[in-house]
């Protein structure tokens, strides 16, 4: 391996395959192309980190692992936050080590729709099951699965939706909860543990800190890329690499990639790069009990509910640490204070949409990429729904109050002390009739507001003056059963 930030030199070289990237993508295309003989050189702009330099501690680690310091994001109404890990293991290496396969009913969809052959279920299902292998995926255990889940599975079961425990990627997961931090005990199998060090015990060159600038071409076939080497702070050191080779892989992931290949001059025939972005928006949705939840002792992700994966809707398990989720929880000084006060007795999930909004990518005027994404009413409409579902669920399992993530609605009702649902109230505990409502800014994964300002999102919680009177239970009832209506903001009407 050659640290980048240690290089006095240019480097100049040749490979058989030059891959760019190593998260998802690059990793596991370095390691199959090196075990069957062929000579690759493996690039990565982060640097090469592992449990020993994991802290847990969410500012330093997002220094430490983030792109742009978590700040990534899709630009559009509302703006979505969309971190990446900056690297060897890419976003593996942040992520919750959650490895579900690709659904049949989506496979079938590609082959029907797009064309796309050889990817159906029967003909993946030995992919699956090696890369299963390979990673270790299993459902969570016992002794790793929480109050956070144990709360929502009962809530969801008391509803009759079918859930399951998530499949993970792990060795020896201890349950600390701090996944997108980069895992201390090296349990989780992301690529820096796995995939990385096997491309290289099978004789991959891997070069970190080395951010690549540019794809090489000859009479508009790529032959090489030219990168330049970074000191541990970013810092462009002065010195480049350089590598030949024939054949040229770029996994730099979905914002990354197209804006190198657009400022390479890559030909672009098909008229579609950086286009058609889909990035499953998701929000968070809290919810206090009357007993200690403590969802930091489990994994993050341990249960999911797919009873509503036909119509798009996700909701799985999102417990995250209290500096994270204290911007997504309702109120401000003493109220917000107070919520934050209980964080022993607050359980999250988190609702995901598959999105029919589809973003685009450019490269920007600096390095960084132009992501631009409006999330259509349709979406809008859907996520509501699935932030209904969420609150209902998590009312089923008995919670006293339900933090929506909707702006003019942010506490949904509480329990009495009979057992029977108030009426929920607004941002600073006052009751508010109908209107316009807003969900804090969706992002995918940890979705966490990127300032202070909230977004407005273009959906309206029909009929809910009544609820007022009749309780938040009815409202997310509501919600869940469809009585939501989406509606674009202009500017998106003009394009949906
Ligand atoms: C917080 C979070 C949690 C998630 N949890 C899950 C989960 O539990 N399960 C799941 O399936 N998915 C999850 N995801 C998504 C998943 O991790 C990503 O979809 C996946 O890692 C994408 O793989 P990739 O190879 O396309 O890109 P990445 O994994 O992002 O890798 C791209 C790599 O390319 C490098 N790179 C980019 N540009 C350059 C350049 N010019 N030169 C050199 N190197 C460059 C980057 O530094 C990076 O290391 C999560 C995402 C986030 C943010
Ligand atoms: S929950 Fe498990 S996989 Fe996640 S950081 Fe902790 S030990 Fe690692």
């Given at each position: 391996m050659t640290d980048g930030a240690a290089v006095a030199h240019d480097v100049h070289e040749l490979a058989d395959v030059v891959v760019v990237g190593s998260g998802a993508g690059g990793a596991v295309v370095a390691r199959e192309l090196a075990a069957r003989g062929r000579d690759v050189a493996l690039v990565e702009e982060g640097g090469f980190f592992t449990g020993k330099d994991f802290t847990g501690n969410p500012r330093a680690m997002i220094d430490l692992l983030y792109r742009s310091r978590g700040l990534t994001g899709a630009l559009g109404r509302p703006t979505i936050p969309i971190p990446l890990g900056r690297c060897v293991g890419g976003t593996t290496t942040i992520n919750s080590g959650t490895c579900y396969r690709a659904p049949d009913y989506v496979l079938d969809e590609w082959a029907e729709?797009?064309?796309?052959?050889?990817?159906?279920e029967p003909d993946l299902r030995p992919y699956f099951e090696r890369v299963e292998q390979e990673l270790n995926v299993h459902p969570v255990p016992d002794?790793?699965?929480g109050r956070n889940s144990s709360l929502f599975e009962r809530g969801a079961a008391a509803l009759g939706y079918a859930g399951a425990r998530i499949p993970r990627n792990e060795r020896?997961?201890?349950?600390?909860?701090v996944c997108a931090f980069g895992c201390p005990q090296d349990a989780k199998q992301a690529m820096h543990v796995s995939y990385v060090p096997r491309a290289l015990a099978a004789g991959a060159r891997l070069f970190t800190r080395c951010r690549v600038d540019k794809i090489l071409l000859s009479a508009g076939k790529a032959i090489g890329v030219v990168g330049r080497f970074v000191d541990t702070e970013g810092r462009e050191t002065g010195h480049e690499l350089r590598v030949l080779a024939r054949h040229v892989v770029v996994a730099c992931g979905a914002l990354l990639t197209p804006a190198l290949l657009e400022r390479s001059r890559v030909p672009d025939p098909s008229g579609l790069r950086g286009r058609n972005l889909h990035i499953h928006p998701a929000t968070r949705v809290g919810a206090l009990f009357d007993?200690?939840?403590?969802?930091?002792?489990?994994?993050?992700?341990?249960?999911?509910?797919?009873?509503?994966t036909r119509e798009g809707i996700f909701i799985q398990g999102q417990f995250v640490p209290p500096a994270m989720e204290a911007p997504v929880l309702p109120g401000v000084g003493t109220a917000h204070k107070e919520i934050m006060a209980r964080y022993t007795r607050l359980g999250s999930f988190g609702a995901l949409i598959s999105d029919e909004s589809a973003g685009r990518v450019r490269a920007g005027r600096g390095r960084a990429p132009r992501v631009t994404y409006q999330l259509g009413a349709a979406d809008a409409k859907k996520l509501a729904r699935a932030v209904g579902l969420t609150a209902e669920i998590f009312f089923a399992a008995r919670a006293r109050e339900v933090y929506s993530g909707v702006h003019s609605r942010p506490v949904l009702g509480r329990l009495r002390d009979d057992g029977l649902p108030s009426a929920g109230h607004g941002a600073h505990g006052r009751g508010r009739a109908a209107g316009r409502h807003r969900l804090r800014r969706p992002g995918p994964w940890h979705a966490r507001p990127l300032g202070r300002r909230r977004e407005p999102l273009p959906v309206v919680l029909q009929g809910e003056s009544a609820d007022h009177h009749h309780g938040a239970r009815h409202a997310a009832r509501r919600a869940a059963g469809g009585g939501v209506v989406g509606r674009a903001p202009r500017s998106a009407r003009r394009s949906v």
């Open positions: 729709r797009y064309g796309v052959r050889d990817a159906r002794e790793t699965y020896g997961c201890l349950g600390t909860g007993e200690e939840v403590r969802g930091w002792e489990e994994v993050p992700q341990a249960y999911n509910v797919h009873h509503f």
